[in-house]
């Protein structure tokens, strides 16, 4: 793995999305989001649900940057020329090379769209190729069916369910638990998901 650095500015991008750090006055950008749409935060451990949980969300997030566990991005959808919603690694593990991907986002309009495979493609090539990572891991709340769904689409493996282990907004959660390995993205997951979305650039243009 190589040494990251915390404090740079990284920006992924292609043709659909852009990924740039989180700063502390996209507050201003996001709480449209906190105020129409607060459901979008229902299985979350950390719900940006109201503005006030939306400042917390985004210090929590910048204070890990800070101390090094947390590299959270906004999401900038270049087909609407609108933000989209968040998502972040974290749990950086620089002996064992190993990070999570997760604490993603996005606001209603963009949900299904493909959106979030461009954006797991970007991240994904950044981890395994750039950061040369050896596993990349989701979790889930086992009840939050649509995100397992989308993990799955990308090419998650399932691994297990951790039960009972760790606290919700509304009670206690199980998180299932997924990944991803630097051998499986070379040999077939990168290419798949570069079908997927293909696939469904071609069904938007129909």
Same mark, same amino acid.
């Given at each position: 793995m190589r040494i990251f650095d915390f404090q740079k500015e990284y920006i992924l991008q292609n043709d659909r999305a852009l990924?740039?750090?989180l700063r502390k006055d996209d507050f201003e950008i996001l709480k449209a989001f906190t105020l129409a749409q607060p459901e979008?935060?229902?299985?979350?451990?950390?719900?940006?649900d109201s503005l006030e949980n939306l400042k917390q969300y985004i210090a929590l997030a910048l204070e890990g940057?800070?101390?090094?566990?947390?590299?959270?991005?906004?999401?900038?959808?270049?087909?609407?020329?609108q933000y989209a919603g968040s998502t972040r690694l974290y749990?950086?593990?620089? /002996?064992? #090379?190993?990070?999570?991907? &997760?604490?993603?986002?996005? $606001?209603?309009?963009?949900?299904?769209?493909?959106?979030?495979?461009?954006?797991?493609?970007?991240?994904?090539?950044?981890?395994?190729?750039?950061?040369?990572?050896e596993r990349v891991e989701f979790?889930?709340?086992?009840?939050?069916?649509?995100? /397992?769904? #989308?993990?799955?689409?990308? &090419?998650?493996?399932?691994? $297990?369910?951790?039960?009972n282990n760790c606290a919700s907004p509304s009670k206690r959660r199980d998180s299932i638990v997924l990944s991803?390995?630097?051998?499986?993205?070379?040999?077939?997951?990168?290419?798949?998901?570069?079908?997927k979305i293909e696939s469904e650039k071609g069904l938007s243009s129909l």
């Open positions: 990924l740039r750090p979008i935060w229902k299985y979350s451990q950390q719900p940006a940057r800070k101390q090094g566990k947390i590299y959270p991005f906004i999401i900038f959808d270049k087909l609407s020329k749990d950086f593990q620089q /002996i064992h #090379a190993t990070v999570q991907l &997760g604490f993603t986002w996005y $606001g209603r309009e963009f949900q299904g769209t493909g959106l979030n495979k461009q954006c797991k493609m970007l991240l994904l090539e950044w981890a395994f190729e750039e950061l040369n990572l979790r889930a709340d086992t009840r939050n069916a649509r995100s /397992i769904a #989308a993990m799955k689409g990308i &090419g998650c493996q399932v691994e $297990g369910v951790l039960r991803i390995l630097r051998e499986e993205w070379i040999e077939n997951v990168k290419d798949q998901l570069k079908i």
